[in-house]
């Protein structure tokens, strides 16, 4: 099983990024982590918020699309 993560900006761009589940504790730190990797590659403008990512995650859990 994979968490996936999709950042997208404006409809134009998107990452996906695919981490091993489950996520320990530092799973908070992971997701902003991506946030910042997405940032400096072009693909955001600004980072989410925590829980922007928090939501994201957790929708990502349940199987549900982002």
């Known amino acids: 099983m994979a968490l996936s ?3 997208v900006s404006g409809g134009e761009k998107a990452l996906i990024f695919y981490l091993p589940a489950p996520l320990r504790d530092d799973y908070p730190l992971i ?3 991506l946030a910042q990797k997405a940032l400096s590659l072009g693909a955001i403008e600004a980072v989410p918020a925590y829980h922007s990512l928090l939501v994201m995650f957790e929708k990502s859990r349940d199987g549900k699309a982002l």
């Open 5 to 7: 993560l999709t950042v």
């Open 31 to 33: 997701l902003q982590a």
